[in-house]
């Protein structure tokens, strides 16, 4: 598969030379285009804009998308280039993406994890606050991260704060550098160095961040109804995680939603059960939101091999019958994100034992066409799969310029072939691990070019930090 800064093959030159003159567009588009001059135009017949996919030229000056004109527009521009039939999507934006870096850097690093997401038309990503170390729950631990990050990301970079026993004092100072919400865990996180909170600690760290109009993005499971698995197969692990604890803990989210009047977010839904409460609470006004992730929407626990734990992460992948429901809590807004939860560790730590492996499915690279595979054949449109996957995360992240193609927005286009087979090599991917279920599937759908702000995005990095308006 081609890598984003490559050149896609059936790309072809557009009429960057056609003759100049003024030439009155239909309605929507903008007239006299060639006597404007452009940093690049980007052409295509399926561009997915905000009003549905459409022919159209993207003209972009500066970074930002300066114009949308008609398809054939003769435009002036430095670079010209004509993506007949592949489709011209919005740079996605991953806000669940464990980089791990600074202190686990050998699990996984900004380069690693922005170049892999760049390949996958990844334009923007949202740091969690753990597995690094230290985790982000102050602002000495987050200037760490960014002096970690500094020059080596090959997208544009948010980052969470997180909550944990102790640190409400740390919460406004986070959100007054510019961390787009806070994460916290109400089971075990697995590290040490991220304890989770239980619900006194959550209500108070909830009514904090309502005060100064924050976002909490919770990881629910109830602990009182987890327990260990009785041995090493998947179907041992499963059941000790079951829907009921997913459904019981986002119960107690919405009702401190409820009670401190917070903002919240319920991170990687995996049970249907959780649906209904989620749908209740939307209709009754309560501010809380959900998503899901790749792994739940196209996997299914009656496939996984045994012994690959590759497929391993917390809450499970369930059944087959679970995960079309969660596509019908999708289709109905229930569920408005799809994002990676991008958690790689070493293969190491990947024992083929599903009691002792780490929990983590490592797809960055591979999302945008897993959710295409599955979505497709399911008669969801690309126009449905860029809201998901880039106008919705942009919005529960409040990053203005992101999730869509349209004038004044970051020029983040992505050229994608929805047609193109593309098999998975866990050794060609930018991961720092070749490690991921998807190795040997052939999905569908291959990313061929991907621009941040107008440029080819994967080689000499230029990715910028992405901080809240405040």
Not at 13 to 38: D, E, I, K, L, R
Request: charged content about 20%.
């Amino acid at each position: 598969m081609p890598g984003p800064a490559d050149s896609p093959g059936d790309v072809m030159p557009g009429p960057a030379n056609s003759p100049a003159g003024v030439m009155p567009g239909p309605a929507g588009f903008p007239g006299g285009a060639a006597t404007t001059s452009y940093d690049l135009v980007v052409r295509s017949r399926r561009a997915v804009t905000p009003e549905g996919e459409r022919a159209v030229a993207v003209a972009v000056r500066d970074g930002r998308i300066a114009a949308l004109h008609e398809y054939a527009a003769p435009l002036k521009a430095a670079e010209d280039i004509d993506l007949r039939d592949i489709a011209l999507l919005p740079g996605l934006v991953d806000t669940h993406v464990h980089v791990n870096e600074p202190g686990r850097a050998h699990w996984e690093g900004f380069a690693t994890a922005t170049r892999a997401a760049a390949a996958g038309g990844v334009t923007t990503i949202v740091d969690m606050p753990l597995n690094s170390i230290p985790p982000t729950v102050d602002v000495e631990a987050l200037d760490a991260k960014l002096r970690a990050a500094a020059g080596r990301c090959h997208v544009d970079v948010g980052f969470w704060g997180g909550a944990v026993p102790g640190n409400v004092k740390d919460l406004r100072p986070l959100h007054d550098r510019g961390v787009h919400g806070f994460k916290c865990f109400l089971s075990p996180s697995g590290v040490d160095e991220f304890p989770h909170l239980d619900l006194a600690q959550a209500r108070r760290a909830l009514e904090e961040i309502a005060a100064f109009g924050g976002l909490m993005v919770v990881h629910a499971e109830d602990p009182a109804l987890l327990g260990d698995p009785a041995g090493p197969t998947y179907r041992e692990f499963l059941e000790s995680r079951p829907g009921a604890a997913e459904r019981s803990a986002v119960e107690q989210v919405i009702r401190l939603a409820r009670e401190t009047g917070a903002r919240a977010h319920v991170l990687h839904v995996s049970s249907a059960d959780c649906l209904e409460p989620l749908e209740a609470a939307r209709a009754e006004g309560v501010r809380v939101t959900a998503e899901t992730c790749p792994h739940y929407l196209t996997l299914a626990a009656e496939h996984v091999p045994e012994g690959d734990t590759s497929y391993k992460c917390c809450p499970p992948i369930r059944s087959a019958a679970n995960r079309d429901l969660l596509w019908d809590g999708l289709a109905r807004g229930v569920l408005s994100c799809v994002v990676s939860d991008h958690s790689p560790s070493t293969a190491d730590l990947k024992v083929p034992d599903f009691a002792a492996a780490w929990g983590g499915v490592a797809s960055l690279q591979l999302g945008l066409a897993a959710v295409w595979t599955e979505a497709s054949r399911r008669g969801h449109g690309l126009d449905a799969v860029a809201r998901w996957m880039s106008a919705n995360p942009a919005a529960l992240a409040g990053i203005p310029g992101k999730g869509g193609i349209r004038p004044g927005g970051d020029a983040d286009l992505v050229a994608f072939d929805p047609d193109a087979d593309h098999p998975v090599d866990a050794r060609r991917l930018h991961h720092r691990n070749p490690v991921t279920p998807y190795h040997g599937r052939t999905l569908k759908g291959a990313v061929l070019t991907t621009w941040l702000r107008g440029r080819p995005a994967g080689g000499e990095p230029h990715g910028t930090f992405l901080f809240g308006e405040r």
